[in-house]
């Protein structure tokens, strides 16, 4: 088994590849030659990923933004494709973080991170759990519009019509794929006063 194979697809920093690599004098020398072999695949400084070809799976990218920049959780455009919610494919996988707000290229595309306030970063986040392989941090489907709301500045949305026309024409969600939306989400949303307004008419839309 190769030496990379143990991590799987989920991404590790240098003090573990130099605890797993073997005893070498220059220990940076061999990680060098691991990325131009095409082994190992730096993500950002000091943190990689097995390549494709060592362990046969397809690298997940909502699992790379959570290590990139934690604590983060996926959402926004992101989410809501991962949820089914948009009929487009998302290139940039953005994200919401404690931290302040960074963005990094990586060799699987762009990575992008938004602050949030704790008080508000917390509410309506989940663990998604696939094929018991790994784990990652993505919003629900009403905090990641409620996100997409919230982040968007300048946005506008003083009636239920106008909030029905953002989010089907603009954002292109089909409304009826949400289900039965979790209404708590949005009133605890709510209750931070952010986008005060436009979040009451999100809770009214999605309540008729």
Request: charged share 25%.
């Amino acid at each position: 088994m190769h030496v990379l194979e143990q991590f799987g697809i989920v991404p590790f920093d240098y003090k573990t590849l130099e605890a797993v690599i073997g005893e070498y004098r220059f220990p940076g020398n061999k990680v060098s030659q691991m990325e131009k072999s095409g082994e190992l695949i730096r993500l950002r400084k000091g943190l990689f990923v097995s390549a494709p070809q060592i362990h046969q799976k397809i690298i997940s990218r909502e699992l790379i933004a959570n290590h990139l920049c934690g604590p983060s959780y996926v959402s926004f455009e992101s989410a809501l494709s991962y949820h089914n919610l948009i009929p487009e494919r998302v290139l940039n996988t953005r994200s919401v973080t404690l931290k302040r707000a960074r963005s990094y290229t990586t060799p699987f595309g762009n990575f992008d991170y938004i602050t949030a306030p704790a008080d508000y970063y917390h509410i309506g986040i989940q663990q998604e759990i696939v094929r018991n392989l790994y784990a990652f941090i993505v919003a629900s489907p009403e905090k990641a519009i409620c996100d997409m709301i919230v982040s968007t500045a300048g946005l506008r949305l003083q009636s239920v019509k106008a909030m029905q026309i953002y989010l089907e024409e603009e954002l292109r969600i089909d409304l009826s794929s949400l289900g039965n939306p979790d209404f708590q989400i949005i009133r605890d949303c709510i209750e931070t006063g952010r986008k005060k307004t436009e979040l009451i008419q999100l809770s009214k839309l999605l309540e008729r």
